[in-house]
């Protein structure tokens, strides 16, 4: 395929209807049972210039590329990422697979993080999710101790070096107690002068209360939004998220939250998931899910002689139950191969390939696409990506699959990202690039 001219329609092309942002009924009612539509596309000068329902009208006399039914959707939004733990599993695995194990090979991996070592392997992850098709990324920095300025400085001059190719936002990440210190009134101001976004991990402690209220605080206090990790765990006495919630709606918190996780939320009672539930629904707080993290992590038990037990449960959050709420779920990536999860490649697919079949968000899908598109784009505050419209960028993901269970069942290596209208040439980095932090 040949788009080398600035002007030139795609023909015969499916696309996800939930995704256009054009309100044209013509196109919502010809859509399938998967929620596609075949559609024409014009690209002009890298904007998408007009979609109308293929065989309707007589296309311009310009270059036309027939497609022949295959999909395209707009690029991915991975709104949960660790960019700066990424790809230290060959130096320091977690060979037990714990959530506990993974913490320690973290902790003591850090002792060695250099602006060179933290820089490579995040602009390596960068690398892996542009050429996957991924548009924005924000990436939760571990911030305590002196990783509050090296982290965020790498991240600055990776932001400012990719500014034309990717979007991307920073969290802070340290537990919600660091706050109530001389060095957490550091950190905010730190991620204030960054433009980033405030954020931490919540567990239950007897200081909870206070330390929810005093991120809240400082949050309004500079302006700024909240992200957290909530109840990373299968213990239903784990109730971050309802503390959150309550804490949103007492405080009128009037930025965007988001919390990541949720767990345990799927091993509580009905009546503490239900007034939840209507918690974060009142507070418009957004929900990720990370599925592959938390498939991995969750319920690992060993028998007494330490041989590995099977796993009873997938980890995930009640994905289902949320969205039936009118609450907003993403999926995200999570960890890539480091200590919390030991495979990934930054690929947006994959996320949604691995929740399809662990969440069995088929029959219908609905409008779960949205997931690694659109509601992460807005969870970011970027309503003219994850999605496709006239006169929006000509930003999107052609597929070698017609329909969703052929993406779903093939690997579709050979997807073709379009960036302002043009292929997107780059190739996956080399694994060799990484040789010499290890």
């Not at 001389?182 to 209360?209: C, F, H, R, T, W």
């Not at 990370?290 to 028998?303: E, G, I, K």
């Not at 969870?379 to 960028?393: C, E, Q, S």
Request: hydrophobic fraction near 40%; charge should be negative.
């Amino acid at each position: 395929m040949i788009l080398n001219t600035s002007c030139y329609w795609l023909r015969n092309v499916r696309v996800p209807v939930y995704l256009l942002n054009d309100d044209d009924g013509a196109i919502a009612v010809s859509a399938n049972t998967d929620g596609m539509v075949l559609v024409n596309i014009k690209i002009s000068s890298g904007i998408i210039d007009q979609i109308v329902v293929s065989g309707c009208i007589e296309l311009d006399d310009i270059p036309t590329v027939d497609l022949q039914g295959k999909q395209i959707w707009p690029c991915f939004i991975d709104v949960h990422t660790h960019l700066d733990k990424g790809h230290i599993w060959e130096r320091s695995p977690n060979l037990k697979g714990t959530f506990e194990e993974a913490l320690l090979a973290i902790f003591k991996d850090e002792e060695t993080w250099t602006t060179e070592d933290i820089y490579r392997r995040m602009e390596f992850g960068l690398k892996c999710s542009y050429v996957h098709g991924t548009k924005a990324i924000r990436t939760h920095l571990d911030s305590a101790g002196k990783l509050t300025d090296i982290n965020w400085d790498v991240f600055k001059t990776l932001r400012k070096a990719w500014e034309n190719r990717l979007i991307l936002q920073a969290v802070s990440l340290a537990s919600l107690d660091y706050y109530l210190t001389a060095a957490g009134e550091k950190l905010v101001n730190k991620v204030a002068e960054s433009a980033g976004i405030l954020g931490g991990v919540a567990y239950i402690n007897p200081d909870l209360d206070q330390q929810i209220e005093r991120i809240f605080a400082m949050a309004k206090d500079r302006n700024l939004n909240l992200d957290f990790h909530v109840d990373e765990n299968g213990e239903a006495e784990s109730i971050c998220l309802y503390k959150i919630a309550e804490a949103a709606l007492k405080y009128q918190f009037e930025g965007k939250i988001i919390c990541g996780h949720c767990c345990s939320l799927a091993v509580q009672p009905e009546d503490i998931v239900q007034k939840t539930l209507e918690l974060v629904k009142a507070a418009d707080i957004g929900i990720v899910s990370l599925p592959m993290c938390n498939l991995y992590l969750q319920d690992r038990q060993y028998d007494q002689s330490q041989y590995p037990k099977t796993p009873r449960w997938r980890g995930i959050t009640l994905v289902h139950e949320l969205k039936q709420m009118g609450i907003s779920v993403a999926f995200a990536s999570d960890n890539c191969r480091d200590p919390f999860y030991g495979f990934g490649d930054h690929d947006g697919l994959e996320v949604f390939k691995m929740a399809v079949r662990i969440c069995h968000l088929d029959r219908p899908f609905q409008d779960w696409l949205s997931s690694v598109t659109k509601t992460p784009a807005d969870f970011m505050g970027l309503p003219d990506v994850g999605r496709i419209g006239v006169g929006m960028a000509a930003d999107f993901i052609i597929f070698q699959g017609r329909y969703l269970s052929e993406i779903l069942s093939r690997s579709q290596s050979d997807r073709m990202v379009i960036r302002n209208g043009k292929i997107l040439e780059e190739k996956l980095p080399d694994y060799a690039e990484l040789d010499q932090l290890y």
